[in-house]
C-alpha cells in the first residue's frame, strides 16, 4: 500500500533551522514529481515547494532563499531544509504526490517557530 512517512518537525527558535523528511513506500519514488505544502491554523493548505522526478524545484515566493527541497532516490526520500526560519513559518508541514490523479498524503509534521 503506498504511504507517505513526515518526520523531522519541531519547535525551533526564530533564525534556526529544521531538515523535514517524507519517506515514500508502495511506490516508485523516482518516477514522481514531489510536493511539500503547509497548513497553520485557520488557513488553507499552501504550497511551498515542488521537486520534478528529473530534480528541477519551484518554491513559493515566501520561502525562497530560505528553503531547500531535494531527493534521494536511492532511499525513497524527499527533504525539506528550512533555513532562516521565521514565525510565521509555523504550520503542519505535510508531504504529497499525485497517485493516479488523487493526492495522497503524509500525516504531516508540525513546525513551530518561536520569536
Known amino acids: 500500500q503506498e504511504q507517505l512517512v513526515e518526520s523531522g518537525g519541531g519547535l525551533v527558535q526564530a533564525g534556526g533551522s529544521l531538515r523535514l523528511s517524507c519517506v515514500a513506500s508502495?511506490?516508485?519514488?523516482?518516477?514522481?514529481?514531489m510536493r511539500w505544502y503547509r497548513q497553520a491554523p485557520g488557513n488553507q493548505r499552501e504550497l511551498v515547494a515542488t521537486i520534478t522526478s528529473s530534480g528541477l524545484t519551484n518554491y513559493a515566493d515566501s520561502v525562497k532563499g530560505r528553503f531547500t527541497i531535494s531527493r534521494e532516490n536511492a532511499k525513497n526520500t524527499a527533504y525539506l531544509q528550512m533555513n532562516s526560519l521565521k514565525p510565521e513559518d509555523t504550520a503542519v508541514y505535510y508531504c504529497?504526490?499525485?497517485?493516479?490523479?488523487?493526492?495522497?498524503w503524509g500525516q504531516g509534521t508540525q513546525v513551530t517557530v518561536s520569536s
Open positions: 508502495g511506490l516508485i519514488f523516482r518516477i514522481y514529481v
Open positions: 504529497t504526490t499525485l497517485l493516479g490523479g488523487v493526492n495522497l
